[in-house]
């Protein structure tokens, strides 16, 4: 079946380092792929997606690129701030509307 | 921000009893979830809703059951709670057409002690 493999964490940074999360998936056909995060006491929220190979999801400042020939989704900001810190998840949607995620990433920046 | 509430936000329970907690939108969204956050284990799906009255089991649907009797309401219950169901429970809502519109949007949560 679907999966998604995040790295695991915790993951703590410096203000203004650059970040990066691994993340691969294993799924039939041709998924959509996508990046949640999710803030202290909050729910989920959609931070970029891509929906076929080569492109390229961005939004604040992250990016994401669907990578097929490797399986790969990796998240990447230049420069981090403090309120970035949040757990980031990774998910895939295969041949149905159900999302599969990853364990999620747990990111720490500090000043 | 997506139109969606959940009651209760917080629950304490005891082992055995029956507990609901409800999904509401105001989007009309056809599709509506019930997720699971456990740590480790990142978010797995209940059970999903495809339209009214029309239910299907997901990954982790044992002792959970579901109703969808109006478009906007979506009713998760544990018939018989445990203290391995003690949980954050989150209720997501889509209106899938394509890829285009592939995204799921999320509602507070739900946190859920069973003793």
């Known amino acids: 079946g679907d999966s998604v493999t995040q790295m695991e964490g915790p993951v703590t940074l410096s203000e203004e380092a650059f970040l990066t999360i691994n993340c691969t998936y294993t799924?039939?056909?041709?998924?959509?792929l996508f990046w949640y995060v999710q803030y202290p006491g909050e729910g989920l929220q959609l931070l970029l997606k891509?929906?076929?190979?080569?492109d390229k999801g961005s939004n604040k400042g992250f990016e994401a690129t669907y990578r097929k020939e490797t399986t790969s989704f990796h998240l990447e900001k230049g420069s981090v701030q403090v309120s970035d810190s949040a757990v980031y998840f990774c998910?895939?949607?295969?041949?149905?509307?159900?999302?599969?995620f990853g364990a999620g990433t747990t990111v720490t920046v500090r000043a | 921000d997506a139109g969606i509430t959940q009651s209760p936000r917080h629950k304490v329970t005891e082992t055995g009893t029956p507990v609901t907690l409800r999904c509401h939108q105001t989007?009309?969204?056809?599709?509506m979830y019930w997720y699971r956050q456990d740590p480790g284990h990142g978010l797995r799906l209940i059970h999903y809703?495809?339209?009214?009255?029309?239910?299907d089991k997901g990954e982790v649907s044992d002792g959970y059951s579901v109703s969808r009797s109006k478009t906007e309401d979506f009713l998760l219950t544990l018939e018989s709670a445990t203290s391995s169901q003690t949980s954050v429970y989150f209720c997501?809502?889509?209106?899938?057409?394509?890829?285009?519109?592939?995204?799921?949007?999320f509602g507070p949560g739900t946190r859920l002690t069973v003793l």
């Open positions: 997501a809502i889509s209106d899938y057409r394509g890829r285009d519109t592939d995204t799921q949007y």
């Open positions: 799924a039939t056909g041709y998924p959509s």
């Open positions: 891509a929906t076929k190979a080569d």
């Open positions: 998910a895939l949607r295969g041949n149905d509307y159900k999302l599969s």
């Open positions: 989007e009309n969204h056809r599709y």
């Open positions: 809703s495809y339209g009214v009255k029309d239910t």
